[in-house]
């Protein structure tokens, strides 16, 4: 069977095909291995938790949550947007992602509902966090928020909190977002502790 | 909030990445509206049906499925295959979520092992001959397959059966799958009459 391995003369046409076919494939292949119950274990809880799993996925990836997010993106880029798209973008484009990630594991580590909660809000904190300063072009240009020379990545006329508030403004509200995703963690003991360092780097890392 | 309606004006880089973000939303849509218990009546079914359904819809549209397919014809536009890839394109391309949506009914109907063999064997042969008939060029050129002038539509340059059988061929092979799609029936009575009308259709219907 011909294969595309060791193809390296393949048309632009043909390429771009087949970065949306891996796409979609990846996509669907998340799926299939969360329904998967013969490869994977889910003994630990029951088919309605994995269901509710799934659902979860679902909903922060699709036209809900990221793919919505995105597309809100792209025809606002070039234009000056108002503050709730901005927010709309920032929530549902990485963060809602995150949020699932935060949610799905304390799901599945059978987590009650007063936990869910604490730990659905350090997620929304985290998500908001990481994609403002993720976005930021200026923060990025400048290293505004770890205080070095970032690497430099092509602008992309995406709008932007730093259009609005300048990149001291987007450093503000990442700290205060981060600080309120450790605040949401203080019923949890020094098992939480991962969590709170990972909401640290969503700032500290270099852009 | 800024919104797509109304806007006439969009370039085509944007159409384009608005038209992959549409295809990717709606692929997550299906499996949330799958694993969705709340929005979905699967009272009638276990969770566990629900899942292995999931796991079924996914292994057919991904990479062991229509994805697979879809990336094996386009790497293979233009060439001369041989009939084992030529077979891989047709079974998986659009083969595979035919075959899913039969063995999905059969399963949520609560068919025993028996029938969803047979609904399988109907399933692939049915499948198959959608997928060679629909990819005939020839035989859409030349309406080969129902007798009447076809609706033209532009050459792909898409690898096809009908390359090495001509389309007198796929017409033989095409109504050679659709008996075998009948014979898998047998032993169902009247209720399997709609499977059987759908078979015939396959064939039947105009390009």
Do not use: W
Not at 78 to 88: E, N
Not at 91 to 107: C, F
């Amino acid at each position: 069977m011909t294969t595309l391995a060791g193809k390296t003369h393949l048309s632009q046409g043909i390429r771009e095909a087949i970065a949306i076919l891996a796409g979609d494939g990846l996509l669907t292949e998340a799926f299939r291995l969360m329904a998967n119950r013969p490869a994977i274990d889910h003994s630990s809880c029951d088919d309605a938790v994995v269901l509710d799993l799934i659902n979860e996925v679902a909903h922060a990836a699709g036209v809900l949550g990221m793919v919505g997010g995105q597309v809100v993106d792209i025809e606002s880029e070039g234009k000056a947007v108002d503050l709730p798209t901005l927010q709309y973008i920032h929530t549902h484009k990485t963060g809602a992602m995150i949020l699932a990630s935060v949610r799905v594991g304390a799901k599945l580590g059978g987590a009650k509902k007063p936990i869910l909660k604490a730990l659905t809000r350090y997620g929304e904190s985290l998500g908001l966090a990481f994609q403002i300063a993720d976005d930021c072009p200026e923060c990025r240009r400048t290293g505004r928020l770890n205080g070095q020379t970032g690497r430099k990545r092509p602008g992309q006329g995406k709008s932007h909190l730093s259009f609005r508030v300048g990149s001291r403004g987007v450093e503000i509200r990442s700290r205060e977002l981060v600080e309120m995703a450790g605040e949401a963690l203080k019923s949890l003991g020094p098992e939480a502790d991962p969590l709170r360092e990972i909401a640290r780097f969503v700032i500290a890392r270099e852009y």
